[in-house]
């Protein structure tokens, strides 16, 4: 299968700082994008979706201002919590799809932070 | 609205065979997905359906019936290594992926 990678893998930052997430397509061009979180046992939840040269689409009651997310290529999107609080700590997971009929979406290893 | 349900928990023993169901309501169907999340791990991909009927991989089978809204994930020779989440995933009629909120298959010696 094609390959995501999801960088940093774990993150630790103070409340009020900033964090980039980046997720790339190793070996294929990626249309779109998916940001999910998940909270302890539970579910994905999906956050936004990301199309390549476009603004995200986010999900109902997911702040745009907070999770910031540029799909600037076809290989990499970025996600960047902006004046991160406790609660924002969770699991964060990107997927990629090569295009809008393809079914299989490609999933990033996840980023763990933590906001202290 | 759009529904995707399965079991919270299921418990087996090693080397028995374990059924893990799901019913889904979705606007539009595009196939269904079966995928295992070990703790603290992304979801990997188990399976794929799109027609009705049984696809057969290795230890891990699963199932659609379209007209009944329900698939099913069949494991066998149930090892250790099995214990993880198990998420349903439906592709609606734009593509995305609605969630299940998993199942937690426990298995025991």
């Known amino acids: 299968g094609a390959v995501v990678s999801q960088h940093p893998s774990r993150v630790i930052c103070k409340s009020g700082t900033s964090v980039k997430i980046e997720c790339r397509s190793l070996?294929?061009?990626?249309?779109?994008m998916f940001w999910y979180r998940q909270f302890p046992k539970q579910s994905l939840m999906l956050m936004a979706t990301?199309?390549?040269?476009?603004?995200?689409?986010?999900e109902q009651g997911v702040e745009k201002d907070k999770f910031l997310i540029n799909h600037a290529s076809l290989t990499l999107s970025t996600l960047t919590v902006t004046s991160a609080h406790p609660e924002d700590s969770s699991f964060y997971i990107c997927s990629a799809r090569a295009g809008p009929g393809e079914t299989e979406a490609f999933f990033g290893q996840g980023t763990r932070l933590t906001v202290v | 609205g759009q529904n995707i349900d399965q079991p919270t928990e299921m418990t087996a023993t090693e080397g028995a065979i374990v059924q893990i169901n799901c019913t889904y309501q979705t606007s539009g169907f595009n196939g269904l997905f079966w995928y295992q999340q070990h703790a603290g791990e992304a979801p990997t991909f188990l399976s794929y359906n799109v027609l009705d009927g049984l696809e057969e991989k290795g230890r891990f089978s699963s199932f659609l019936s379209r007209s009944k809204g329900y698939s099913y994930l069949l494991l066998k020779e149930l090892q250790m290594k099995d214990s993880a989440s198990y998420l349903c995933a439906v592709m609606d009629s734009n593509y995305q992926l609605i969630w299940g909120a998993g199942t937690k298959l426990i298995i025991k010696p």
């Open positions: 990301s199309n390549e040269g476009s603004k995200a689409t986010y």
């Open positions: 070996d294929f061009q990626a249309t779109t």
